[in-house]
């Protein structure tokens, strides 16, 4: 496929103008020509990137793959969230699992207008939408351009993996180098040096053998206390009390602290076992898969009851809860994981609230202190529980395999 830009425009001849290209030796700035050879007859890709400075013709190179039709340019309500306006006649499930796939699992961000989103969350709300839609064809320009580039490579990564498991074709139009072995993508044209590579052809730009790809990063993880959750907590979609004689763990990437997670201990049978909770993976670390396998690594560790597990010594299983329909998917897809549970209504505080009062009344026995009647009003106000929440249980049993 041969493209050939050639833009045009009035030749001024203001004062300003005359002077400019006097000063400057500029003969005319009104016309712009490009050639650019895409050999993409007979090749199944799904993204492509055409990268160069700005003013190179990337966008007149993305105009000429499929029309202005194809490009990503959508107005977003005022009046409604996000999660309703995505993908307005689809599955609930679905919207939420594009959200999640493009690292965007900040949940209160989702009933946020998109006017008062932050640029990162704006970037990745666009992404999420367009994966909902799914079109055949799309191309968006300035493609990382207004995020910092953390989130800029990590809000790239996430993307890629979740357009390919959709059947369109991707163009993504950016003026950044750095995101290129993050996409991993099946094509590049750079417009500053006019020259084409397809993955196909296995050589990079210097010649050398090999492809772009992803780079690799460490992450470590440490057996702390509730010192360091004030972090994280404004992340996570619950406020509630911090779990009682709970161990926390914090993972961190060069030393930057990166998610959390807390594990106590619940009663299986008559027997214990761990109880993991508050996992959170901060915003621009979202999307490179950091909270799975982050979640996995804490519950191995409960398993072989090494240094640093809540009940050392002792190889328990871990059981897990969330509301969080992306990670509910996500955690029964691995083999690790099995559902034990799923409460799709909500919880009575009465229950809760009954056994509070008979605590403290049984504490209370024997003392010489004054004593109160507890009405049923109180107890069902001093319980726990009460929401509407859906909660879905999973247990971790490991590598079966092992």
């Known amino acids: 496929m041969r493209i050939e830009v050639r833009n045009r425009c009035s030749d001024f001849t203001s004062y300003r ?74 599955d609930f499930n679905d919207v939420t699992g594009a959200l999640a796939s493009v690292g965007l699992g900040d949940v209160p961000a989702w009933l946020r207008p998109y006017a008062v989103l932050s640029n990162g969350e704006k970037f990745r709300a666009d992404l999420a939408r367009i994966l909902s839609e799914a079109p055949p064809h799309v191309v968006i320009d300035e493609f990382t351009s207004v995020v910092d580039r953390q989130i800029a490579k990590f809000g790239a990564l996430a993307f890629a993996k979740a357009w390919r498991r959709t059947k369109g074709q991707a163009v993504l139009l950016s003026c950044h180098y750095d995101i ?166 909500g919880v009575n505080k009465k229950h809760s609230g009954k056994t509070m009062a008979a605590s403290g009344a049984s504490r209370s026995r024997g003392k010489t202190t004054a004593t109160t009647t507890t009405t049923g009003a109180e107890m069902i106000a001093a319980g726990f529980g009460g929401h509407f929440r859906a909660v879905q249980g999973f247990r971790y049993y490991g590598d079966q395999k092992k």
Not at 45 to 68: D, E, H, N, Y
Not at 186 to 195: G, H, Q
Request: charged share 20%; hydrophobic share 40%; with cysteine.
């Open 180 to 345: 290129l072995d993050w996409i991993e993508p099946d094509w590049v044209f750079n417009t500053e040096t006019k020259r084409f590579h397809g993955r196909w052809l296995q050589q990079k730009h210097d010649g050398t053998a090999g492809w772009y790809r992803r780079p690799k990063f460490e992450l470590e993880i440490w057996q702390t206390d509730w010192r360091y959750w004030a972090e994280f907590e404004p992340h996570h979609y619950l406020k509630m009390p911090r779990m009682i004689a709970a161990k926390c763990y914090v993972g961190t990437v060069d030393g930057q602290r990166v998610c959390h997670m807390a594990v106590s201990t619940a009663n299986k049978g008559g027997s214990a076992e761990a109880r993991g909770c508050r996992l959170v993976v901060l915003p621009e670390w979202q999307g490179a898969g950091v909270g799975l396998r982050f979640l996995n690594a804490v519950c191995e560790l409960q398993m072989t009851g090494g240094v640093g597990a809540r009940l050392e010594g002792r190889k328990v299983t871990t059981v897990f809860h969330t509301s969080h329909p992306g990670l509910c998917a996500a955690l029964r897809r691995m083999p690790q994981w099995r559902q034990v549970s799923a409460k799709l209504h």
């Open 17 to 90: 103008a005359a002077r400019v290209k006097s000063l400057f030796n500029a003969e005319s700035g009104c016309n712009f020509s490009l050639n650019a050879d895409l050999p993409l007859e007979d090749k199944e890709w799904s993204i492509g990137v055409v990268v160069g400075p700005s003013g190179s013709g990337k966008t007149s190179i993305g105009r000429s793959l499929w029309g202005g039709d194809a490009f990503y340019d959508r107005p977003w309500p005022t009046d409604s969230p996000i999660v309703d306006a995505i993908a307005t006649g689809g």
